[in-house]
Nanobody
């Protein structure tokens, strides 16, 4: 099965920026979509961003205009650039790959936005 390794995350002040990466163990064209969900304590899991095999992207309304998602096919890696961070962005961010309706998850990385 595919392995996903996340890196990045950390503590940033409101208005700051952070980048997280997700490296897959196989060709990312094998997947219909890659991206991130996030989950804060006591909150529903939320799709943050995704990029499909054709390069189409989608974002949660709460992050549109602030986050970008990109990929490096040669490195089997997807990146999430998070700008203008807000305290409500604080969550564990889980990388995913999707094949049809089946998801595989990374280990998660903590993003904390606080002054």
């Amino acid at each position: 099965q595919v392995q996903l390794v996340e890196s990045g995350g950390g503590l940033v002040q409101p208005g700051g920026s952070l980048s997280v990466a997700c490296k897959a163990s196989e060709n990312i064209f094998n997947f219909n979509e890659m991206g991130w969900y996030r989950q804060a304590p006591g909150k529903e899991r939320e799709l943050v961003a995704g990029i499909n095999v054709g390069g189409r992207t989608r974002f949660a309304d709460t992050v549109k205009g602030r986050f970008t998602i990109s990929r490096d096919n040669a490195k089997n890696t997807v990146y999430l650039q998070m700008n203008s961070l807000k305290p409500e962005d604080t969550a564990v961010y889980y990388c995913f790959v999707r094949i049809l309706t089946r998801h595989t998850w990374g280990q998660g990385t903590q993003v904390t936005v606080s002054s």
